[in-house]
Nanobody, 119 residues
Framework: QVQLVESGGGLVQPGGSLRLSCAASGSIFTIRAMGWYRQAPGKERELVARITSGGTNYANSVKGRFTISRDNAKNTAYLQMNSLKPEDTAVYYC??????????????WGQGTRVTVSS
């Protein structure tokens, strides 16, 4: 019922930057929260950043380097990633907690976008 479409992943050199975007679509009344998670091979999926009306939170490993933001009018979240390190290499997933027009609460995940940081 809710679709999240991600873009912006790719290959970058260490120290470089990428900007990921996640657009939510469907019969959405409001989005309570949006977040970015990542999963590297052989590791568990972990929270990278999350944004709600109350603020933001980040994984310690990305604090000071990544910034999450949201355009409420476009139902879109962004993840600005600066000073990228090889250990940031992972598949990044968008997540949203959504209230539909019907009143139904849903949690949605994007398909994932691959970020590779390598020289």
């Amino acid at each position: 019922q809710v679709q999240l479409v991600e873009s912006g992943g790719g290959l970058v050199q260490p120290g470089g930057s990428l900007r990921l975007s996640c657009a939510a679509s469907g019969s959405i009344f409001t989005i309570r929260a949006m977040g970015w998670y990542r999963q590297a091979p052989g590791k568990e999926r972990e929270l990278v950043a999350r944004i709600t009306s109350g603020g933001t939170n980040y994984a310690n490993s990305v604090k000071g380097r990544f910034t999450i933001s949201r355009d409420n009018a476009k139902n879109t979240a962004y993840l600005q990633m600066n000073s990228l390190k090889p250990e940031d290499t992972a598949v990044y997933y968008c997540n949203a907690a959504v209230v539909m027009v019907s009143g139904t609460y849903l949690e949605a995940w994007g398909q994932g976008t691959r970020v590779t940081v390598s020289s």
